[in-house]
Structure formats: structure tokens, C-alpha cells
């Protein structure tokens, strides 16, 4: 059934109909100003006449030319503008954008946001050939593109009751993995240690502290772990370090939100359960350089790696 826009009832902030039209031609050829009209409809002075503007024709009438408002002149105007409106379908013209979004999501794993953000803020595209995040999206619910929607991780992830048993338990000569994200930048340090324990924690953060030198305590100025028994020692390198040492309260992650998302995106490479024994050290760096060279939104889209070099260049040059 059709439904037509002509009832007589007016309503604010909607498009005019066709009685509202037939209103208009009376009024207007009664001498009433678009001001008055639009008092009368209660509208905007400003739909009046726009309105009699697109609705006015010009006639000749006794040798004279006269300017006439005709409401099915104004509603055909309408319905042609109607046809023209709405957002346009760039997916043919975005071409090279497209396939850019397609080689980056399988070739880097990058996400459909990080890669469009990147894209914008390198200038890689010209705006008028580039869509939006929530325009590929669509692109991949309609089945547009050749990614699809079981490519995407966190897209059809749903909750299991059935029981899940792991295939790897952890034991005394498993090793493990220490992960250390940096609040403001994101950057993410990843190692590989001989076990969960706080003799193979202690080690590793000995070697870091090693390798960074007298800038350990200038970039790390304090470290938060969560209350595991492999941490349990690790607060005695603040007598080696000018470094604080905090700790989470018992069964609150989200005092530590920032690391746990980070070991969710660790988690697509090395699932939970496998054992780490399994992965070399080498794949692990991948890993880690894959976290550091993604474009993140909360960096405005840098990479945790471009942040990292803008931060440390501040510390010991200002």
C-alpha cells in the first residue's frame, strides 16, 4: 500500500507536502508575504520561500511576463532533488583505496580502522577516493569486497557454554611469555622466558635494564604487575633503578586494562593453550614488531613505534 506526505497537519522540521503547497499558492496569490505564509503554516520564513522559489515559473500574459507559483511546479522540483540527494556510492571510484584496505588486511593483519585511519593520515589517498571506517564495513556486510565477515577476529566472536578443555596445561619446565605495554604510547615489549616464575621474571627484567641503560628509569617511571607469584620479586629492582613498583588488587584486571587488550592481540598468534615451548624466539619478535607497526585510533593513528620515537625524542632533547 501506498502511504502519500499529503496529510493537512503540519509538522515542524519535516518536508513540505502537497496540501502545505496548495496553501502557498493561495496565500502567495492573495497578496501574503513568505514571513506571513510561514506564520500561518507554522514553518520557517526560509522553507516559504524556498519553496515559491522553486516552484515559480514565468508566463507571459498580455504581451507581459509574469512570475507564477504553481505547487505541482514545486513538488516535481522536489522529487527531482529527493533523486539526487543521500550519499553516493564511491566503491568504483575508490578502487586503489579498496584494494590498499585488502593487500594491508591480509597481508599485515591490520584491522579495517587502523588501515583507513593510516591511509588519512599519511595522505596515501585523496579524500574524494577514500571511504570511511563504517563505509567498508558496510562494503563487507553486503558482500562487496572480498573480505568477509568470518576474516574479521573480534567480528564473530561469541560466547561458548560448552566447555573448553585446553591443550596444554602449563608445568615447571614450560616456558612462558613477559609482556610489558607502555601506557602512553602503546608500545609493547614481549620476551620469551625460561618459565613462570619469579627467577625467570627477575632475569628478564635484569636484561632489560641492561639494555636500556641509564634510560630504563626515564622511560620506565613506574611498572604496575598484576599479584601472580612470578612478580613477586620483581619490586626489588627499585634499589637498582629510580623505578616504582605497583601492584593491582586481587582479581582486578582492569586496573590493567592496557596490558590485557595487548595480550588479547598476542592472543591471535600464539592462542591460549599452545604451548610457548612451540614458537622460537624469532617468532615471538615478529609478533612483538607486528603489535608496534600496527596504527592505533588512540594515537591518533601512529603506530605504538612512531609514538615511542616522538616520546623518547622529547625526553633527551627538551
Keep these: 500500500m501506498d502511504y502519500l506526505n499529503d496529510t493537512p497537519i503540519s509538522r515542524k522540521n519535516k518536508h513540505l507536502n502537497a496540501y502545505e503547497r496548495g496553501q502557498i499558492a493561495l496565500l502567495h496569490s492573495e497578496g501574503m508575504s513568505a514571513y506571513a505564509i510561514a ?6 520564513s526560509n522553507t516559504v520561500r524556498n519553496e515559491l522559489k522553486r516552484g515559480t515559473v514565468s508566463q507571459i500574459k498580455a504581451n507581459k511576463t509574469v512570475e507564477i507559483y504553481f505547487p505541482d511546479t514545486g513538488q516535481r522540483v522536489y522529487e527531482n532533488n529527493r533523486k539526487n540527494c543521500g550519499p553516493k556510492f564511491k566503491l568504483l571510484e575508490c578502487y586503489n583505496f579498496i584494494e590498499h584496505v585488502i593487500d594491508e588486511f591480509y597481508n599485515s593483519d591490520h584491522s579495517i580502522d587502523s588501515i583507513c585511519g ?21 562494503y563487507i556486510d553486503a558482500g562487496l569486497l572480498e573480505i568477509k565477515n568470518i576474516d574479521l577476529p573480534l567480528k564473530l566472536r561469541r560466547s561458548l557454554k560448552s566447555r573448553r578443555i585446553r591443550n596444554n596445561k602449563k608445568t615447571k619446565d614450560q616456558a612462558a611469555l613477559l609482556t ?4 602512553t604510547t602503546r608500545s609493547q615489549i614481549i620476551r ?10 627477575q632475569e628478564a627484567m635484569t636484561m632489560l635494564i641492561k639494555e636500556t641503560g641509564n634510560l630504563f628509569s626515564t622511560v620506565f617511571k613506574s611498572i604496575t604487575s598484576d599479584n601472580g607469584s612470578e612478580f613477586s620479586e620483581i619490586a626489588s629492582i627499585e634499589a637498582v633503578v629510580d623505578t616504582k613498583i605497583y601492584y593491582t588488587h586481587p582479581y582486578s ?4 586494562g592496557t596490558n590485557e587488550r595487548h595480550n588479547g592481540l598476542i592472543r591471535r598468534f600464539i592462542p591460549k593453550g599452545r604451548s610457548i615451548n612451540e614458537f622460537p624466539i624469532e617468532a615471538i619478535a615478529r609478533v612483538q614488531n607486528w603489535c608496534n607497526t600496527l596504527p592505533r585510533k588512540i ?3 601512529l603506530t ?15
Design 39 to 44: 506564520k500561518r503554516l507554522n514553518r520557517a
Design 118 to 138: 593510516s591511509a588519512k593520515l599519511h595522505n596515501k589517498f585523496p579524500n574524494s577516493e577514500m571511504v570511511c571506517t563504517k563505509t567498508l564495513y558496510n
Design 180 to 183: 610489558m605495554t607502555e601506557r
Design 192 to 201: 620469551k622466558i625460561a618459565g613462570k616464575s619469579s627467577y625467570s621474571v
Design 253 to 256: 584486571s582492569w586496573e590493567r
Design 299 to 301: 594515537l591518533g593513528y
Design 304 to 318: 605504538p613505534n612512531e609514538a615511542f620515537e616522538d616520546q623518547l625524542k622529547q625526553i633527551l632533547y627538551n
